[in-house]
């Protein structure tokens, strides 16, 4: 029931809301089938807004009758809201609705997940619950009545009161409706108690199904770490006296931080050592800091209108990476950051999904939850940091809360704090915001009696509706290193404004060997031509980690570039290079698997489509397995003593020492896996007692074609867990050669425990198809049409998830025309399915051109 021509929305056209809403009573009826939801709302005219136009929003709402103070009503009714007239004075709207949370697949509202009741708001939800101004620039004190037969029944802010089959709650903080939550079901708590800084007690509680009470402690220490990490940096408290997380099963995203009632996608917040992986241990501990922070930045402060999105996310991305810098190894943290950044937000920017961190234009709201506005966003901040200096950025922040609490703001108030605490001008650095693409930064350099100059130039290439950029400003960290090996020049931040521009350094005895970019200050791509041998000493003498790693790539994919595109033999100088450092015990275990690591299969196709070449998926594969291939022949006995020297002995525990330690231990084991046919990966699987060893063991098995066996023990152990099984149904799809991986994939969809309805499930076994491009993108094109079948089967059910998982094709014209027809005709089948949603078809047209 979507629009046959969807809509365009634009920043441009936003005007503020005709009404403002004081208060709002909601009752709630729940029944699966039949929900009815009682709603009482005071409104009072804007007197910002000319408009008198009364109109609410509301979707899929069977409306049972309606009053204005009192007096029933027939209101215009259509399929996006309804329209009455109204006093122009204060009212009282009344309304009684009947929705359908069990037949509710697309999760959005009110809905049931496993015979729970829950909601997701966030953007656009709450019309699906009931008529409202559902916008964020509504901000009002919600007070929520729920009857229902369920033993828990929560909603946001304070319990009030309860009684048999009903209970009341009270949010005392003005809110906008997409942070509105409600949940009932039959769910256990995980309690504890958190004391803020002024001596508020806080009681928190981690609810989930009964049998999940042993996967909360981490997620509680996580929460209590972030409470007093935001009152520490940021000087934020929290504001009730209750902190409730909810762990769903069925959940588009993954987590949403509705005021005092955070959701989550079970994934991201249930962890033991026993299912849940070192990795799952991070990304929990940083999500649930995530939408804890929400509660100053998002939920005090909020955004005018979703084109404002990064207002919120890119400062709350940027914040929990803080964190997780100062709970775990910064520079882990930020190579890891950066490697996620170039994998999705580099080829978001690079392909026709491109669009500015802060949008303006957007068909379905949905779409623009990228990577693009979280992790460009949060680079952003990061910039502004560094440009304006660690004590401005703080007395920037102070300005921002103290200005705008209880707000919903846009780009320009955050940029406007920023001038008015440093004095300083970001009209160039707004560009940022409204600039699609990536900046290629092109470097050269000359040394001439004993000045050294580095000459940049700055290219931003077109990106759909934006044909030419502006030059933005720049922070570029430098250091410069002397022929030894020492630091001459500790960092310094250049400052780059202008198209073109050089940075000159006096007094230098010899010419330095430059280290450009340092932590990845800024979120441009680096074009410096220069030699392997610098490359080499950089990776050995740099002293800013992540540029030290950054060295270590760089030879890692010339080297693999020259294999492709010539059938170059693997690089000698890199073997060398990583053979040294894996070796040196003076650096960080986890560093030096990180170093390990080779660039991606995309990242080496888009490399290979920068440079002027066509990709060919296979080939690629082919090279990183003969590289493999090769360090596994010069590294094999290295492999075996890093192997034994860094097992865990000590219980199971997810700090970041353990971690480290397994990850160079994994990363060595799968080198001996190539040489012992998977001798040590059994060994390993059948002694781990916990998951990252168990799951480290059945990859290597699988890569070595030993993995049989070990699948089927695997599920037999682990079938009554839906998060394990979710991992079973990926890492067989991710190790699947390239012409098995989508029959692998299609053979995985008849087994009993796939299910299309939920969204894990379906993302563990499509979603590892996309992520395997040799075997997407297999000359055969059944990877192309096992994806395009599955999405055209979901849309009807879940549009969010399947408009999502559409990006698997964005990369598509970097391929040959053969694969470029194949990718068409599976774009056009879809858009040609019947009744497709404004969501998919939104994705679908702009990626098909
Ligand atoms: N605000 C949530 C978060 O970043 C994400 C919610 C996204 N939901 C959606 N329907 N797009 O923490
Ligand atoms: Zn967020």
């Given at each position: 029931?979507?629009?046959?021509?969807?809509?365009?929305?634009?920043?441009?056209?936003y005007t503020p809301p005709a009404f403002l809403v004081e208060k709002v009573?909601l009752?709630?009826?729940?029944?699966?089938?039949?929900?009815?939801?009682?709603s009482k709302i005071e409104f009072r005219p804007n007197?910002a807004s000319?408009s008198r136009t009364f109109f609410l929003h509301g979707e899929?709402l069977?409306?049972?009758?309606a009053?204005i103070?009192?007096?029933?009503?027939?209101p215009?009714?259509?399929?996006e809201g309804l329209t009455a007239?109204v006093?122009?004075?204060p009212f009282t709207f009344e309304a009684?609705?009947?929705?359908?949370?069990?037949?509710?697949?697309?999760?959005?509202?009110?809905?049931?997940?496993?015979?729970?009741?829950?909601?997701?708001c966030?953007a656009e939800g709450f019309r699906k619950i009931t008529y409202y101004p559902d916008r964020p620039d509504v901000m009002s004190v919600f007070?929520?009545?729920?009857?229902?037969?369920?033993?828990?029944?929560?909603?946001?802010?304070?319990?009030?009161?309860?009684?048999?089959?009903?209970?009341?709650?009270?949010?005392?903080?003005p809110k906008p409706a997409y942070l509105f939550?409600?949940?009932?079901?039959?769910?256990?708590?995980?309690?504890?108690?958190?004391?803020?800084?002024?001596?508020?007690?806080?009681?928190?509680?981690?609810?989930?199904?009964?049998?999940?009470?042993?996967?909360?402690?981490?997620?509680?220490?996580?929460?209590?770490?972030?409470?007093?990490?935001?009152?520490?940096?940021?000087?934020?408290?929290?504001?009730?006296?209750?902190?409730?997380?909810?762990?769903?099963?069925?959940?588009?995203?993954?987590?949403?931080?509705?005021?005092?009632?955070?959701?989550?996608?079970?994934?991201?917040?249930?962890?033991?050592?026993?299912?849940?992986?070192?990795?799952?241990?991070?990304?929990?501990?940083?999500?649930?800091?995530?939408?804890?922070?929400?509660?100053?930045?998002?939920?005090?402060?909020t955004c005018r209108d979703w084109?404002?999105?990064?207002?919120?996310?890119?400062?709350?991305?940027?914040?929990?990476?803080?964190?997780?810098?100062?709970?775990?190894?910064?520079?882990?943290?930020?190579?890891?950051?950066?490697?996620?950044?170039?994998?999705?937000?580099?080829?978001?920017?690079?392909?026709?999904?491109?669009?500015?961190?802060?949008?303006?234009?957007?068909?379905?709201?949905?779409?623009?939850?990228?990577?693009?506005?979280?992790?460009?966003?949060?680079?952003?901040?990061?910039?502004?940091?560094?440009?304006?200096?660690?004590?401005?950025?703080?007395?920037?922040?102070?300005?921002?809360?103290?200005?705008?609490?209880?707000?919903a703001?846009?780009?320009?108030?955050?940029?406007?704090?920023?001038?008015?605490?440093?004095?300083?001008?970001?009209?160039?650095?707004?560009?940022?915001?409204?600039?699609?693409?990536?900046?290629?930064?092109?470097?050269?350099?000359?040394?001439?009696?004993?000045?050294?100059?580095?000459?940049?130039?700055?290219?931003?290439?077109?990106?759909?509706?934006?044909?030419?950029?502006?030059?933005?400003?720049?922070?570029?960290?430098?250091?410069?290193?002397?022929?030894?090996?020492?630091?001459?020049?500790?960092?310094?931040?250049?400052?780059?404004?202008?198209?073109?521009?050089?940075?000159?350094?006096?007094?230098?005895?010899?010419?330095?060997?430059?280290?450009?970019?340092?932590?990845?200050?800024?979120?441009?791509?680096?074009?410096?031509?220069?030699?392997?041998?610098?490359?080499?000493?950089?990776?050995?003498?740099?002293?800013?980690?992540?540029?030290?790693?950054?060295?270590?790539?760089?030879?890692?994919?010339?080297?693999?570039?020259?294999?492709?595109?010539?059938?170059?033999?693997?690089?000698?100088?890199?073997?060398?290079?990583?053979?040294?450092?894996?070796?040196?015990?003076?650096?960080?275990?986890?560093?030096?698997?990180?170093?390990?690591?080779?660039?991606?299969?995309?990242?080496?196709?888009?490399?290979?489509?920068?440079?002027?070449?066509?990709?060919?998926?296979?080939?690629?594969?082919?090279?990183?397995?003969?590289?493999?291939?090769?360090?596994?022949?010069?590294?094999?006995?290295?492999?075996?003593?890093?192997?034994?020297?860094?097992?865990?002995?000590?219980?199971?525990?997810?700090?970041?020492?353990?971690?480290?330690?397994?990850?160079?231990?994994?990363?060595?084991?799968?080198?001996?896996?190539?040489?012992?046919?998977?001798?040590?990966?059994?060994?390993?699987?059948?002694?781990?007692?916990?998951?990252?060893?168990?799951?480290?063991?059945?990859?290597?098995?699988?890569?070595?074609?030993?993995?049989?066996?070990?699948?089927?023990?695997?599920?037999?152990?682990?079938?009554?867990?839906?998060?394990?099984?979710?991992?079973?149904?990926?890492?067989?799809?991710?190790?699947?050669?390239?012409?098995?991986?989508?029959?692998?994939?299609?053979?995985?969809?008849?087994?009993?425990?796939?299910?299309?309805?939920?969204?894990?499930?379906?993302?563990?076994?499509?979603?590892?198809?996309?992520?395997?491009?040799?075997?997407?993108?297999?000359?055969?094109?059944?990877?192309?049409?096992?994806?395009?079948?599955?999405?055209?089967?979901?849309?009807?059910?879940?549009?969010?998830?399947?408009?999502?998982?559409?990006?698997?094709?964005?990369?598509?014209?970097?391929?040959?025309?053969?694969?470029?027809?194949?990718?068409?005709?599976?774009?056009?089948?879809?858009?040609?399915?019947?009744?497709?949603?404004?969501?998919?078809?939104?994705?679908?047209?702009?990626?098909?051109?």
């Amino acid at each position: 029931m979507k629009d046959a021509s969807p809509q365009t929305i634009y920043l441009a056209d936003y005007t503020p809301p005709a009404f403002l809403v004081e208060k709002v009573h909601l009752t709630f009826r729940l029944s699966p089938e039949k929900t009815r939801v009682l709603s009482k709302i005071e409104f009072r005219p804007n007197p910002a807004s000319s408009s008198r136009t009364f109109f609410l929003h509301g979707e899929n709402l069977r409306l049972i009758g309606a009053k204005i103070d009192g007096a029933a009503i027939t209101p215009q009714v259509t399929a996006e809201g309804l329209t009455a007239d109204v006093p122009d004075a204060p009212f009282t709207f009344e309304a009684e609705v009947e929705i359908d949370p069990a037949g509710n697949t697309a999760l959005e509202g009110l809905y049931m997940s496993n015979g729970m009741y829950c909601t997701q708001c966030e953007a656009e939800g709450f019309r699906k619950i009931t008529y409202y101004p559902d916008r964020p620039d509504v901000m009002s004190v919600f007070t929520v009545r729920i009857e229902g037969d369920m033993p828990v029944m929560l909603s946001n802010g304070n319990p009030v009161a309860e009684g048999d089959g009903w209970a009341e709650w009270h949010d005392p903080w003005p809110k906008p409706a997409y942070l509105f939550a409600l949940v009932a079901g039959d769910l256990v708590n995980h309690a504890d108690r958190f004391t803020t800084r002024s001596g508020r007690k806080v009681d928190l509680n981690i609810w989930v199904r009964p049998g999940d009470e042993g996967k909360c402690a981490f997620g509680m220490e996580a929460l209590k770490k972030s409470m007093t990490w935001d009152e520490e940096v940021y000087g934020r408290e929290y504001d009730l006296d209750l902190f409730n997380i909810v762990a769903v099963d069925d959940f588009n995203m993954g987590a949403m931080e509705n005021k005092g009632l955070n959701i989550f996608n079970s994934s991201c917040v249930l962890a033991s050592p026993e299912t849940s992986t070192d990795a799952n241990f991070e990304r929990i501990e940083a999500i649930i800091a995530h939408e804890y922070f929400h509660n100053w930045t998002g939920n005090r402060i909020t955004c005018r209108d979703w084109f404002q999105l990064c207002l919120k996310e890119g400062l709350t991305v940027y914040r929990d990476s803080e964190f997780t810098a100062d709970m775990r190894s910064a520079p882990v943290k930020r190579i890891g950051d950066v490697i996620a950044l170039r994998a999705r937000q580099f080829r978001e920017d690079n392909g026709p999904l491109a669009h500015p961190v802060r949008p303006e234009s957007f068909v379905e709201i949905n779409n623009f939850y990228t990577a693009t506005v979280y992790e460009k966003g949060a680079e952003l901040i990061g910039m502004l940091k560094r440009l304006v200096g660690d004590d401005a950025y703080g007395r920037a922040l102070d300005l921002y809360f103290e200005r705008h609490d209880g707000q919903a703001c846009t780009i320009e108030d955050w940029l406007q704090v920023f001038e008015d605490a440093t004095g300083r001008d970001l009209a160039q650095f707004k560009r940022w915001y409204t600039q699609a693409g990536t900046p290629r930064l092109r470097v050269s350099e000359d040394y001439e009696g004993g000045t050294y100059t580095l000459h940049f130039e700055q290219h931003t290439p077109p990106t759909p509706g934006q044909e030419v950029k502006d030059p933005r400003v720049i922070p570029i960290a430098v250091g410069l290193l002397g022929p030894n090996g020492d630091e001459i020049k500790e960092t310094q931040l250049l400052e780059m404004t202008e198209a073109r521009q050089s940075f000159t350094f006096d007094g230098l005895a010899a010419k330095p060997v430059p280290s450009i970019l340092r932590d990845f200050s800024a979120p441009v791509i680096l074009d410096r031509e220069t030699s392997n041998e610098e490359r080499a000493f950089l990776l050995a003498h740099d002293t800013d980690p992540f540029n030290k790693w950054e060295a270590g790539r760089a030879l890692a994919r010339n080297g693999l570039l020259a294999m492709i595109r010539e059938g170059a033999a693997p690089d000698a100088a890199y073997l060398d290079a990583v053979h040294t450092m894996a070796r040196d015990e003076t650096l960080d275990p986890a560093f030096r698997a990180l170093a390990h690591g080779l660039p991606s299969e995309d990242d080496l196709a888009q490399s290979l489509h920068d440079a002027g070449h066509t990709p060919d998926p296979q080939a690629i594969w082919e090279a990183l397995e003969t590289l493999r291939d090769a360090r596994a022949v010069t590294m094999e006995a290295t492999a075996r003593a890093l192997y034994d020297r860094h097992q865990v002995t000590a219980p199971y525990r997810p700090d970041p020492e353990q971690t480290g330690a397994r990850a160079l231990a994994n990363a060595a084991l799968a080198i001996l896996t190539r040489r012992d046919g998977g001798a040590q990966a059994q060994a390993q699987y059948d002694a781990a007692d916990n998951m990252t060893q168990q799951l480290a063991g059945l990859s290597c098995l699988l890569q070595a074609g030993k993995g049989a066996a070990a699948v089927q023990a695997f599920y037999e152990q682990w079938q009554h867990d839906r998060l394990v099984i979710d991992k079973w149904f990926s890492l067989q799809i991710l190790q699947a050669a390239p012409q098995d991986t989508a029959d692998t994939t299609a053979r995985l969809t008849e087994h009993r425990d796939f299910t299309i309805r939920n969204p894990n499930r379906f993302r563990a076994t499509l979603g590892a198809l996309a992520m395997s491009p040799a075997g997407f993108h297999h000359a055969s094109g059944k990877g192309y049409k096992t994806l395009a079948d599955w999405l055209i089967a979901l849309d009807p059910l879940n549009p969010q998830t399947t408009a999502r998982m559409c990006s698997a094709f964005e990369t598509w014209r970097r391929y040959d025309a053969d694969r470029r027809a194949l990718i068409a005709e599976q774009l056009d089948r879809i858009l040609a399915s019947p009744n497709l949603s404004r969501d998919t078809t939104e994705m679908v047209s702009r990626i098909r051109g």
